[in-house]
């Protein structure tokens, strides 16, 4: 068979088949149009070793001679003994060009074992490549499936490993360090991809950062149990790869049954971590469900009512907040938790999705007919997946509880620990699904809902139905779930809330319009959660909040600027009783809520770019128009800096040829707290005014920045002349 060469955006992905398997030889930098005879790529034989080449197949196989961890894991029973057909020899009957070139699908079979994998690789037009596998039985007996695994080659000079870790509060937090020998795996056992879940695997040449090296990174975009990993073999080969974590005889494939991996997203930069970036930014926004810009649909302002008046559901504060909400530019009023019957606090109601009768006799037709008169949307919290056991579903429908055990805990079965007062419900079952799905569609039937906060406050441990593991399918109905609704109501947008940013991948992305990075609004936490979720989320898919002047969850306090100029970069709102906010705080929100819906476009369709710094302690981000017309960067002080002063700041992404004139936006003397932004007896000479430099200098030389205070933030906005 002839190789197949794969191309697009400064890219190639290089496949063989000398071998009798497909065999990704190259997957990195774009090769050109003329390729050599790949004979010359067949490696030389050592000592003690297999007579032959060993290969690395698209599925490493131990039939190939391959040591490290396998792709395919799985066996068959035969007169009731297990392990039959253990080892496949899946080889290439048949491969397919397809969508003009830039993709393939390939079949390999093992005739003996009765497994085919047909594989479906796609390089995408702005470079993200797209893999995934399907496992057909085509044998006379089931087939065990232990894990078929999605792998990618990363060359020996990928020598330092960037991934991404956290908890309830700090998601997405880098790591990073040496590639060795042996397999480094980071494994998620919460039953959805959890707080501290790896968004980005990245593996690059020593020393690679935001702008230099390069880097070959992989995303898994699937919901549920999973693992990630990087085999580094003795002979100096490395694969970055990922799989579903399936669960104890969780997926069992039938004579002719299949199953589809979840899709591995992956992408090669030759100059740093934004190249990888610009490659998931593209694919997103490429999409047709993909609110942008060009869609119309601009991201309304939001303000969420969750740490204004938390449980406290009375019609008259929340008209109060409604009003003030108006009176500053909020485009989106979000009623959350509290709405719905018994749900005085979090023990109980979960389950009941209906309006609490008592807190709302005219049901929330009111509140919404106020917030709609303002022109305002009206977006509503559910947590459909969840029940407590103190609501009437749970007591009707104990049967329909997740747990390790075959019966209910009514009658004596066990169920896992509680989690936040409450349990998981059993969407493998049909009569819940239907349930669950039939509540929801009658609430957005009934009511003006635009926007759904759709939350998931608990790991999914001890995961059950029918005393099976049952992870898989929770997360398979969950998506059948979105799906239904979406097909249904159209126009109501969704956004992925679980406990903050446990469920952020891009399995979940496919059916929402948003995600909720996190529930700390603290902005200076904001700063490294929003700056590694938008390494491959674009900023309008990002929920990003003003919260109170002194943070909830970490009793930080921070001045209206920074907390401003943090949420800017993402999809714009407030959680905060505003009512409560002083004059010059009004007076600035006012200023940034008008700033953000001035400049909404450019950073909802922009390029992200963050600069380079060399000073932990100095962040310097943006956004640059795709003609590199325009520009809007932070430079954020997020310490005390070594310096005394600092030195110049680099705006990187501009077009070098071209002149531009930068002027700061945010904070201004116009703002209550522009005192407490700088410690400094003079500012830079260009503050007050502007600048006006070429794209080159302003890269290359760029502008002294004035001394920021820590934890204080400066807006400039950049534009051509």
């Not at 390939?106 to 796609?122: K, M, N, P, Y």
């Not at 149990?225 to 085999?231: A, F, I, K, R, T």
């Not at 199953?259 to 990888?276: E, K, Q, V």
Request: proline share 6%.
């Amino acid at each position: 068979m002839h190789p197949v060469h794969l191309r697009s955006a400064g890219t190639s992905l290089l496949l063989a088949f000398d071998s009798g398997e497909a065999e990704i030889v190259h997957w990195g930098a774009d090769l050109g149009d003329h390729l050599p005879d790949l004979a010359i790529l067949r490696g030389p034989v050592p000592h003690s070793a297999f007579d032959v080449p060993v290969t690395a197949g698209l599925l490493p196989q131990a039939s190939s001679g391959w040591a490290g961890r396998p792709g395919l894991r799985g066996y068959r029973s035969a007169d009731g003994v297990p392990g039959r057909d253990f080892s496949p020899a899946l080889r290439v009957v048949s491969t397919e060009v397809r969508d003009g070139g830039r993709g393939v699908l390939i079949i390999q079979r093992d005739s003996d074992a009765g497994l085919e994998v047909s594989t479906e690789l796609t390089l995408h037009p702005g470079g993200l490549l797209e893999l995934a596998h399907t496992l057909s039985n085509g044998g006379t007996a089931a087939y065990q499936l232990e894990e078929l695994a999605a792998v990618l080659p990363v060359p020996r000079n990928a020598t330092e490993l960037l991934d991404l870790t956290g908890r309830w509060c700090r998601e997405n937090h880098p790591q990073r360090h040496a590639v060795q020998q042996g397999t480094w795996v980071r494994t998620g056992r919460h039953g959805r991809t959890g707080h501290d879940s790896s968004l980005l695997v990245a593996a690059g040449t020593a020393g690679f950062s935001n702008r230099r090296g390069q880097v070959w990174a992989t995303h898994f975009g699937w919901s549920g149990n999973h693992e990630q990993y990087l085999d580094s073999l003795a002979d100096g080969r490395r694969m970055l790869g990922a799989a579903e974590l399936l669960g104890s005889g969780e997926v069992l494939l039938h004579p002719g049954a299949s199953y589809r991996t979840p899709s591995l997203f992956a992408a090669y930069s030759g100059h740093g971590l934004d190249g990888i970036t610009e490659a998931f930014y593209d694919w997103f926004r490429a999409r047709p469900q993909h609110v942008d810009t060009t869609s119309g649909r601009l991201r309304p302002v939001v303000l969420n009512t969750w740490e204004a008046v938390y449980f406290d559901h009375r019609l008259e504060p929340l008209l109060e907040l409604a009003d003030s909400a108006a009176g500053l530019g909020v485009e989106r009023f979000v009623l959350d938790d509290g709405w719905f019957r018994g749900r005085r606090d979090d023990h109980a109601g979960l389950g009941d999705w209906y309006v609490d009768e008592g807190l709302w006799p005219k049901g929330l037709t009111p509140l919404i007919d106020a917030v709609t008169a303002h022109g305002m949307e009206f977006g509503l919290w559910v947590e459909p997946e969840m029940v407590n056991l103190d609501s009437d579903v749970a007591r009707e429908h104990p049967d329909w509880i997740v747990g390790p055990s075959a019966l209910s805990h009514k009658d004596g079965g066990r169920l896992a620990q509680p989690w936040r007062h409450q349990h998981v419900l059993d969407l493998a079952n049909p009569e819940a699904w239907q349930y669950i799905y039939g509540r929801l569609d009658a609430l957005l039937r009934e009511n003006n809902i635009a926007y759904l906060k759709w939350d998931q406050n608990r790991d999914l441990t001890e995961h059950g139905s029918g005393g099976r593991p049952s992870v898989h399918e929770q997360t398979l109905a969950a998506y059948r779930l979105f799906d239904a609704l979406k097909a249904a109501h159209p126009d109501v947008e969704i956004e992925s809330c679980s406990s903050g940013g446990a469920r952020v991948d891009l399995g979940i992305l496919q059916r929402t319009d948003r995600v909720w990075a996190s529930d700390c609004n603290d902005a200076l936490e904001r700063q490294t959660i929003q700056r590694w979720t938008q390494a491959v989320l674009p900023p309008e898919l990002v929920g990003a909040h003003i919260g109170p002047t002194t943070s909830h969850t970490t009793a930080r306090t921070h001045d209206i600027s920074f907390r401003a100029i943090t949420a800017l970069f993402g999809h714009f709102g407030m959680e905060w009783d505003i009512r409560a906010a002083t004059d010059d705080e009004r007076a600035t929100l006012r200023r940034a809520i008008a700033l953000y819906k001035r400049h909404r476009a450019l950073i909802h369709s922009g390029k992200r770019v963050n600069a380079d710094t060399g000073e932990p302690t100095l962040s310097v981000h943006g956004v640059v128009a795709h003609d590199a017309g325009e520009a809007l960067f932070a430079a954020v002080s997020l310490a005390t800096a070594p310096g005394e002063v600092p030195g110049p700041a680099s705006l990187p992404g501009l077009d070098p040829k071209r002149t531009y004139r930068v002027r700061a936006e945010l904070p201004t003397p116009l703002d209550g707290d522009y005192a407490h932004t700088f410690t400094q007896i003079r500012p830079p000479a260009w503050l007050e005014d502007g600048a006006v430099a070429s794209g080159a200098f302003l890269q290359h030389v760029g502008l002294p920045l004035p001394v920021l205070n820590p934890e204080h933030a400066l807006l400039l906005h950049v534009q051509a002349v």
